[in-house]
């Protein structure tokens, strides 16, 4: 099992420091470095200034919103990036969810599996460089009928063509859909207990096309918070957890809700999402069981870091990428160091 770090996405002033933290990371062997994006950094630009400070690193967009570019942009993001690192680059999508799609990007946010299917193919027919593009489907055609558009060819020589892409799924449905057109899956509130809830979705997308799990990368980002005080640690967790689980969606649609409650916590995702959505995001972060945290987190000292390790390696995580939890460069590069130990500790490092 490899380690990645997962930076985020950045709405203050601290995005430098997040790019030093990856940095950090290379020093102690972490394989890869991942960033995300909402409606404040981007991943391209965070990923390229990462990139430039390290030299193996790999550099992973969890994830590059579907809606904020045409596919083709994508293509070339992804191949100037991994021209530029040598070949470092995993490129993970995502539809986002509704209120960024349509309130953000002012793009629908209908039919998402049909749109993502397309989008992949498009960006794999790019990278392959093998013919100019023409596609015709449902959602996207290239070029437009009657018009002066023509048939074209990337002009960058990709550095590879075969660019490994992710996605980000949660719902049975996109999971099915990632594992038959995906190189791997990037997780989130992942409990490695009850790893068979996502991942007998992926096995089935794999059989589709004739594909079992091998060679299928399994990411999961998972919080981290090091202490003594597992309450103390959960604390620190729950307003993240609240967010998703409460916020990210609304009352009809919210995949991260929906989760929740296929884990079991019915009740607790329900009572989350009431006060979250009534603007009472303290209560709704108290409401989050310490059971939630404790089963999609790492938390508490290395020792206890190091046994649960153990669980991700035996639920099929290839990745393991961490969120540091930390608010200061020193703090971010204490998890690092300890997560890292841990996973020299457990034996299940490569």
């Not at 490899?2 to 950045?10: A, D, I, M, Q, R």
């Not at 023409?134 to 055609?141: K, P």
């Not at 790893?195 to 979705?201: C, G, I, K, L, N």
Request: net charge negative; proline share 5%.
């Amino acid at each position: 099992m490899k380690l990645g770090v997962n930076v985020g996405y950045v709405a203050g002033p601290d995005v430098a420091e997040r790019v030093e933290t990856a940095v950090y990371a290379e020093t102690l062997g972490y394989s890869s470095a991942w960033a995300a994006e909402a409606y404040g950094s981007d991943v391209p630009t965070l990923l390229s200034w990462i990139g430039a400070k390290t030299t193996t690193l790999e550099l992973g967009t969890a994830i590059l919103q579907i809606p904020a570019r045409t596919p083709a942009m994508t293509a070339m993001t992804a191949a100037t990036l991994d021209r530029l690192s040598e070949g470092r680059v995993r490129l993970g999508l995502g539809v986002s969810g509704p209120q960024v799609s349509e309130g953000w990007h002012g793009v629908k946010f209908d039919k998402p599996l049909a749109r993502t299917r397309e989008y992949v193919e498009i960006v794999r027919t790019i990278l392959a460089r093998e013919e100019p593009l023409n596609y015709a489907g449902e959602h996207f055609t290239l070029p437009l009928p009657d018009g002066p558009g023509k048939p074209l060819k990337i002009m960058l020589h990709p550095y590879r063509t075969d660019i490994p892409i992710y996605l980000a799924a949660v719902g049975p449905k996109n999971l099915e859909l990632a594992g038959e057109i995906a190189d791997g899956w990037l997780a989130i509130f992942f409990n490695p207990e009850q790893a068979a809830v996502s991942t007998d979705h992926l096995r089935i997308g794999r059989e589709k096309v004739g594909k079992t799990m091998e060679g299928f990368d399994v990411v999961p980002t998972v919080p981290v918070v090091i202490g003594d005080d597992l309450e103390e640690c959960a604390q620190m967790v729950r307003a993240y957890t609240a967010l998703y689980v409460g916020g990210m969606g609304s009352r009809k649609q919210n995949f991260y809700n929906a989760l929740a409650r296929r884990m079991g916590f019915e009740d607790a995702a329900q009572k989350i999402q009431d006060l979250y959505l009534d603007r009472k995001q303290g209560e709704a972060a108290a409401a989050v069981p310490f059971e939630l945290v404790d089963q999609t987190a790492l938390i508490g000292p290395k020792e206890r870091i190091a046994e649960r390790l153990h669980s991700y390696a035996d639920a099929g995580v290839t990745t393991l990428a961490i969120s540091t939890f930390g608010s200061t460069h020193d703090e971010r590069a204490h998890v690092l160091r300890t997560v890292a130990d841990a996973l020299e500790t457990s034996g299940l490092g490569e």
